[in-house]
């Protein structure tokens, strides 16, 4: 007698879903989660009359994009559909799915604003040793900095990271551009020491308070 599992795609589910059970301990969507928490938002564009459509968070949506543009995802449409099929992508939007349209118009009338917060996030990515720079790339490459006293970066140091990370995103927001103009169309690990996201959180504090 044949035994299978039962399966039936109309079920309810009885509680309300934790996306954070969806998406592994050690994917990067939980670093730029928490890492946007740390960021300055002062200089992004918010509507202050309180009227209208209530606008998407200004902690999500730069959020998401610096997940996608990390993650090779840069056209806005593609971006929009993963808020619906990426559950990383999803957990980072909180489950909310803001259309093309909206995420396009957010990187061009926060396009200084939002570069200088992706260099924020990178450089903390830098002192956690998860990313790796040369056309930007967030993932577990050991270099050589981490969050040490003896290794952590001088001033002059993180000046001249900071020109080669506006280079390299600079390179990221035309490749999504371009991506829209032509209506085109991952999986990102962080290392296990700081997979917790309690050891995340702690670690993220220490490091944005010193750079």
């Known amino acids: 007698m044949k035994n ?3 399966y039936d795609r109309s079920q309810r589910l009885l509680l309300p879903l934790d996306l954070n059970e969806w998406v592994a301990e050690d994917d990067l969507a939980h670093f730029i989660a928490e890492a946007v928490e740390r960021v300055d938002m002062h200089a992004f564009s918010v509507s202050r009359t309180g009227s209208g459509k209530a606008q998407y968070h200004q902690r999500m949506m730069p959020g998401l994009l610096v997940y996608c543009y990390s993650s090779g995802i840069f056209s806005s449409r593609k971006i929009e559909q993963g808020t ?3 559950v990383p992508v999803r957990f980072i939007a909180a489950n909310t799915h803001p259309d093309h349209d909206t995420i396009a118009k957010f990187r061009r009338d926060n396009a200084v604003a939002f570069q200088a917060a992706f260099a924020q996030v990178l450089l903390l990515a830098k002192e956690l040793n998860i990313l790796k720079v040369g056309m930007v790339s967030v993932d577990g490459t050991k270099i050589d900095a981490n969050a040490s ?4 970066l001088r001033y002059d140091r993180i000046e001249v990271l900071r020109a080669r990370l506006e280079a390299d995103i600079a390179d990221l927001m035309a490749q999504a551009q371009a991506a829209d103009q032509l209506d085109i169309s991952g999986g990102l690990s962080l ?10 959180e702690d670690k993220l504090d220490a490091v944005a308070r010193r750079l």
Not at 149 to 152: Q, T
Not at 191 to 200: G, K, M, N, T
């Open 4 to 6: 299978f599992r039962s």
């Open 84 to 86: 619906y099929r990426n």
């Open 149 to 152: 006293k003896i290794k952590s």
């Open 191 to 200: 290392p296990d020491e700081i997979a917790r996201r309690q050891s995340l």
